[in-house]
T-cell receptor, first 114, second 114 residues
Framework: GEDVEQSLFLSVREGDSSVINCTYT??????LYWYKQEPGAGLQLLTY?????DMKQDQRLTVLLNKKDKHLSLRIADTQTGDSAIYFC??????????????FGQGTTLQVKP | DAGVTQSPTHLIKTRGQQVTLRCSPK?????VSWYQQALGQGPQFIFQ???????QRGNFPDRFSGHQFPNYSSELNVNALLLGDSALYLC?????????????FGPGTRLLVL
């Protein structure tokens, strides 16, 4: 089946690292994504990782994937107040049929305290 | 490079009415997907359009219909509106030739049904 789960809330101090976790159930997931949503706005693509990778780093963002445990995490280094937002994990399953259907978690609200 | 645009930004309707939402994809993209995001939830896939045809559909009733035009823009129509249709409607565009079909989202249309 298709299901993506995330913890609902995370609070950190400015300058600390944030780690947002996500678990998924579909073993045929090919790509996993992280999106950011600020209040009243659409979704901004942050990064993605292919399922045959363990890690991807992009500036302050590090994505770790444990395919055996179906666990994905997003680490934000040196978290800033501007990082306060809702973060969504999403998976896309087998693309052989070119379905392109994203399955989202319920989102993690990141609160960054000055 | 214009991103994904949606109109209108906000809309208020009453139960039983019909609504049409519009989306213009990112320049160069040929595929449009629609998602519904209820308050406090992650986006849910409604359907996807490619080559002016519905390619895949999520678990939404037939009251939800769509269309894609030759210029790749798209419309989402919802008939016989229910209170539960109140949500943020997000459009995402992607390029079919790109294997992972990364989806880029517009700002959304916030629909309130009274």
């Amino acid at each position: 089946g298709e299901d993506v789960e995330q913890s609902l809330f995370l609070s950190v101090r400015e300058g600390d690292s944030s780690v947002i976790n996500c678990t998924y159930t579909d073993s045929s997931s090919t790509y996993l994504y992280w999106y950011k949503q600020e209040p009243g706005a659409g979704l901004q693509l942050l990064t993605y990782i292919f399922s045959n990778m363990d890690m991807k780093q992009d500036q302050r963002l590090t994505v770790l994937l444990n395919k055996k445990d179906k666990h994905l995490s997003l680490r934000i280094a040196d978290t800033q107040t501007g990082d306060s937002a809702i973060y969504f994990c999403a998976e896309i399953t087998d693309l052989s049929g070119n379905t392109g259907k994203l399955i989202f978690g319920q989102g993690t609200t990141l609160q960054v305290k000055p | 490079d214009a991103g994904v645009t949606q109109s209108p930004t906000h809309l208020i309707k009453t139960r039983g009415q019909q609504v049409t939402l519009r989306c213009s994809p990112k320049s160069g993209h040929d595929t449009v997907s629609w998602y519904q995001q209820a308050l406090g939830q992650g986006p849910q896939f409604i359907f996807q359009y490619y080559e002016e045809e519905e390619r895949q559909r999520g678990n939404f009733p037939d009251r939800f219909s769509g269309h894609q035009f030759p210029n790749y823009s798209s419309e989402l129509n919802v008939n016989a509106l229910l209170l539960g249709d109140s949500a943020l409607y997000l459009c995402a565009s992607s390029l079919s030739r790109e294997y992972q079909e990364t989806q880029y989202f517009g700002p959304g249309t916030r629909l309130l049904v009274l």
